[in-house]
C-alpha cells in the first residue's frame, strides 16, 4: 500500500495500478502525441552513477527497487513506442542493460500485457531511438526482433552506419539538421503514435523539454543522499526556465520515497 497526498485528501491505496489508471495512451489530442518521460532519483539529484567496472552510468543499486519499477513497468505498458538513445543499446550488447526495454513478461507483470490486450495495444511497444552517432550494435538490436525500430538521427550521419542499420529491418530517419524536440514530436505524430514513453538520460529529456515537447513527467525521489562523483541528474544542460506543475504525490513508507507526477507548464497553457 502507498498513501495518496494529492490532490485529494490522504487515503491509502494499493501500489499496483497507481500508474496503469491514468490511461496516458489515450491522452493526446487528435493528431498529437502524448510524450512523458519518468526517473527515479536520489534526494541530492543523482539518477544515475559511474560504474567504474563498466565505463558505464546506471541508475544506483542504492536507489533501485522493485516498487519503483513496478510504476515503470506500467508506465510502459500505457505506451505506443518507448524514447531511448544509442547508449542503451551498447549497454544492452554488453549485458548490462536494466531489462529489455519492457513490458515484463512472467506472472509479477502479467495483469499490464492483459491490460494492453485489453485496450487493443500491441504486445509490446515500439522503438524509437535517438542517436547522432548511430553507434548502435546490432546485435542488441535483434534481440527486439518482435517490434518495430526505428532511430531518429542528425543530417549527415555515417553513410556505412546508416546502410547497415536499413539492411538490418531499422527505419533511419535524418532530420535536416539537428535533431530538435519538435522533430522527434513531429516523427512520432508521421509515425501514427499517440503516446509515447521517455526512458533516456538528461541530453534527450533537454532536447525535448527545451522546444516545450514534453507533456509529462514522473519522477521517483528516494530517501537517500549518495554524494557520489561522477553523476547524472535529469536535466544538466543549460535552457530557459520551465515551471512544472504538480499534478499528484504518493507517499511510500514501505521503501522510502515519493512518486510525484508534474505536468510541464508550457504545455499545459
Same mark, same amino acid.
Given at each position: 500500500?502507498? $498513501?495518496?497526498?494529492?490532490? &485529494? ?10 500508474y =496503469? @489508471?491514468?490511461? *496516458?495512451?489515450?491522452r ?12 527515479i532519483?536520489s534526494?541530492?539529484?543523482r ?13 544506483p543499486?542504492?536507489?533501485a ?20 538513445s ?10 548490462i ?19 494492453? $490486450?485489453?485496450?487493443?495495444? &500491441?504486445?509490446?511497444?515500439?522503438v524509437?531511438i535517438?542517436s547522432d552517432? =548511430? @553507434?548502435?550494435? *546490432? ?9 518495430k ?10 553513410l ?5 542499420l536499413n ?18 514530436r ?22 525535448l ?9 514522473f519522477?521517483t ?12 541528474s ?10 512544472l ?25
Open positions: 500500500m502507498i $498513501k495518496k497526498l494529492y490532490p &485529494k485528501q490522504l487515503e491509502e491505496i494499493p501500489l499496483q495500478g497507481t =496503469l @489508471d491514468l490511461k *496516458l495512451h489515450r493526446a489530442k487528435e493528431g498529437d502525441t502524448f510524450i512523458y518521460a519518468n526517473y532519483s534526494l541530492d539529484g539518477i544515475s552513477l559511474l560504474d567504474q567496472r563498466t565505463g558505464e552510468f546506471s541508475v543499486d542504492a536507489i527497487n522493485a516498487r519503483d519499477w513496478r510504476l515503470y513497468q506500467e508506465l510502459a505498458g500505457q505506451s505506443d513506442v518507448m524514447l531511448t544509442g547508449r542503451y543499446f551498447r549497454q544492452l550488447a554488453k549485458g542493460a536494466q531489462d529489455l526495454l519492457p513490458v515484463g513478461t512472467g506472472p509479477d507483470f502479467a495483469d499490464i500485457q492483459k491490460w494492453r $490486450k485489453q485496450q487493443q495495444l &500491441k504486445a509490446q511497444p515500439d524509437v535517438l552517432s =548511430l @553507434d548502435i550494435p *546490432l546485435e542488441a538490436l535483434c534481440m527486439l526482433s518482435d517490434r525500430i526505428t532511430v531518429l538521427t542528425k543530417y549527415g550521419s555515417t556505412n552506419k546508416l546502410e547497415k539492411a538490418s529491418g531499422v527505419q533511419v530517419i535524418q532530420a535536416q539538421g539537428a535533431v530538435t524536440g519538435w522533430f522527434i513531429k516523427t512520432l505524430i508521421t509515425l501514427g503514435y499517440r503516446s509515447a514513453y521517455m526512458i533516456a538520460g538528461p541530453k534527450v529529456h533537454h532536447t523539454v527545451s522546444d516545450s515537447c514534453v507533456d509529462e513527467l519522477l525521489s528516494h530517501f537517500s543522499l549518495l554524494g557520489s562523483q561522477p553523476f547524472h535529469i536535466l544538466e544542460e543549460n535552457m530557459d526556465a520551465t515551471k506543475k504538480l499534478k499528484s504525490l504518493y507517499l511510500d513508507e514501505e521503501e522510502g520515497q515519493m512518486f510525484m507526477r508534474y505536468t510541464y507548464a508550457k504545455r499545459d497553457e
